[in-house]
């Protein structure tokens, strides 16, 4: 059942120039840092041009202006991420739907399955004492360690993992699709979504917090980590252990957030940026850039009367010209200042 | 089935005087620009006078100030919304249950419906190919498009269309009711919800994402537009085709908002506004005026550490007091000058 | 059935040392203000001491530090918070599950309950004419009064009661766990979450709004009050009658909102403060101190040209050397002036 691809094919499916071994044969993607011999990575950022130095991928995905520093196999093409976003697809595995609800599951001692549950058809294992409330539906290939608690209505998409003793509330999704779509005149291609939700032991997820599957890896939640109700969470993003997160929060994509950090209620943190262990982060602010030291980070604003907010504001608003205006007084003072001098040591 | 009613009987509910034809019958409600004979409108906001001139509407709700302007047939109230909220309950259809799961729909083929989807009693109709996930619920009057997906748990108010292609994630909700009260004595009154959510082709939604339905008209979602997890849109709002909008981010009622834009996360848009084709907005950001320029807007507010952002507070607090104390140097020192001037010319 | 526990089986549990009687039993726990003599109740904030004098509470858990001001049993531990955490999980109920569908609830005249919603198995009780959509569950001890609406797959957890003619929006979690934990060697202790999610009569809930039960007492909404959709409203929280709340709003733990409140959307309200009746808050803004006078408030931050932002941004971050700067300014014109004037007066 495992899908596999020549290179050859690969360069018919996408109408791409290949250089490199025809034959060479594909069966998955990973990233280039972690890509083996057969699997296909890609290179759209001319940013990561470094990697094509070390990738022990197979076939690279690559343009025509990067193709010269690239020794393993590749597929030659104008746009990348568009090309990924096809090949990805030929990779997804076909789902089959169950439409009933017990099915081949392999169900521990203990458990408490309700009956309006919806079990994968396929390998899902549910460790012992686990508990599945009413409306939950869980995806094949998913594991469920022991004491598991689902509350009713939560979603975990195919390929979720959930060590034990973690606790889900009502309304939950995980593993839903990460946002990521590839430009291409002028319409929005799907990228195929291949990781999955791996989530720690003794962790809390709160009512309707949603969690993507990573696009390619996984979305990492480690053990002890607390997300209140209403967060949300993009592909690839790892939190760190301990960490506890308030509600209404939203984490970008590849956020990788450090140990023993609190996250205050409707914080919004960038993708792709770091945040270091033991950061605190007050209700409401916004990070844009990695934070690498420890401490208390803030852009809580609050609120005033509306009357004199509207005055603050405007002089917001004014506050480049305002300065330049500040510069132009301290130089006027500055000349009145030295003339004023030149002027008593005549 | 129809329902309708005369001027006469609706100025008898309402206890309303009236003006124009008694026996003048009407058997809808629409909005005062695009009413015709056989339908019924309000004017609440005395902004929008001049459409009385035009408009087309067998009836009119309005107040005794407005009543001279109007050359319609018309129910003169205290309150007009409070009497539309009244009124447009008579015109609400009666919603009947289903309580079992699949009915008189009619489904294409090689459609793949799970046992424990709710699929209305009346005229649903669902294209080839698609799937309806665990737990979905598909309300009356319904339509699916060929290979639309809604993955578990996915609600749909009744009359919700999806086109072909499109992907709706777990927990998302369609067509709720917008937010609309008339306040009458003190006590909210509920403005019946009576428009619907039309959601274009090759769209994709997130998960746990929700959009109301039109309070008179429809929410519309256009083709190819991507909404991530967590996006709340409002009663009557329009997204034009191939625009993005990142998780979290809450979009007001009837607000605009153009093709080919790039909303960032946990952005908030205000109500009864318009942003044109090509605008992107940065993450947390807020627009409360429209915006008539394509490019990039921004208010996002990054975080400092927290001793720091605490000084820049209380600095931004006093803003208006410091911007006067400049004025009052600049004018000091534009006083020194012109007497160091006087003095040199003497 | 009911629980009981003497001071020295609680001792013995918590490795605690006591004083007091060993043979006084508790059978519930209370907050210190309120608990009874059979209750048990715990101090964790040297600043509530003063409860200490007046608390009718059984037993009472506290530091070595505090001990010495009280009068009542007393538990004496390191960590009281920890320590009632602990506590508390004695007293929670055992949750039985249902796995059915309709028990041996008692429904009302006239009622519409879906076949795929689920009712607790123990004493729910359902008013007449109320309509329980596909999907819905609801939990054991649940009271809905008559025309109740629960749209499709709401989550009422154990206990909570919504008031008659209250309609509950699709995919709303009402009553589950507020977001409370004790940090213990390093790592996080889950603090039962005891209390219920109790709603007034003609509220009306929005789609995917989630409300905690409280820790110890309720969270309570009052008559007539409107939550939009994606409502964040944390344990505890008291919200007052006919107060709107627009969407992706979040309140946090405690905090008290007043009557005929308008909250905006993407509001963060903070923990533990008030907001006083009448008061208008304005989209996206913060809240971090309570509002004792009643007026409009606003932290609402308007998008500018990214580039303008940017030097805007850029001059805030600068803002309190800009202050100083604008200091040395005028004292170096104050300075000039003074010497001016002696000059003249020479």
């Not at 972690?34 to 940013?47: C, E, M, T, V, Y």
């Not at 041009?49 to 990738?55: D, G, Q």
């Not at 009413?134 to 993992?161: E, F, I, K, M, S």
């Not at 889900?168 to 291949?194: E, M, N, R, T, Y």
Request: hydrophobic letters at 40%; glycine letters at 10%; proline letters at 3%.
């Amino acid at each position: 059942m495992l899908k596999q691809f020549t290179l050859a094919q690969l360069a018919d499916v996408l109408a791409a120039t290949y250089q490199g071994d025809a034959s060479h044969q594909v069966v998955g993607i990973a990233p280039i840092e972690s890509a083996s011999q057969d699997q296909l990575a890609f290179l759209d950022n001319p940013k990561y041009k470094k990697h094509l130095e070390t990738t022990k991928a197979g076939v690279v995905i690559l343009s025509q202006e990067l193709a010269q520093f690239c020794q393993s196999n590749a597929l030659i093409v104008d746009n990348p991420y568009f090309a990924y976003a096809t090949v990805a697809k030929l990779f997804q595995r076909e789902k089959q739907f169950s439409t009933g609800a017990h099915p081949t599951a392999v169900i521990g001692q203990g458990c408490t399955i309700s009956e309006t549950a919806s079990i994968g058809p396929h390998v899902v294992v549910i460790g012992e004492n686990a508990v599945v409330e009413a409306g939950c539906v869980v995806g094949d290939l998913c594991r469920l360690g022991d004491q598991v608690h689902l509350y009713p209505r939560v979603t975990l998409y195919d390929g979720t993992h959930v060590g034990a003793r973690s606790i889900i509330h009502a309304g939950a999704v995980l593993g839903s699709d990460g946002f990521g779509f590839a430009k291409h005149q002028g319409q929005w291609k799907k990228v195929p979504q291949l990781g999955h939700v791996i989530i720690g032991e003794d962790v809390e997820i709160g009512a309707n917090t949603t969690i993507d599957c990573g696009a390619l890896g996984d979305t990492v939640i480690h053990n002890d980590v607390k997300l209140d109700n209403q967060v949300q969470i993009a592909h690839n993003v790892e939190i760190g252990e301990h960490t506890a997160v308030a509600g209404c929060t939203g984490i970008a994509g590849s956020a990788k957030i450090g140990r023993d950090c609190l996250i205050g209620g409707a914080v919004g943190i960038g993708g792709h940026l770091s945040v270091c262990d033991n950061v605190a982060i007050t209700a409401q602010s916004g990070v844009s850039k990695s934070i690498k030291e420890p401490g208390v980070y803030s852009s809580t604003l609050p609120v005033q009367k509306d009357k004199k907010w509207k005055r603050t504001l405007a002089r917001l608003n004014q506050l480049d010209k305002t300065h330049e205006r500040l510069k132009q007084c301290e130089f006027a003072v500055g000349e009145l200042l030295m003339r004023e001098k030149a002027e008593s040591e005549k």
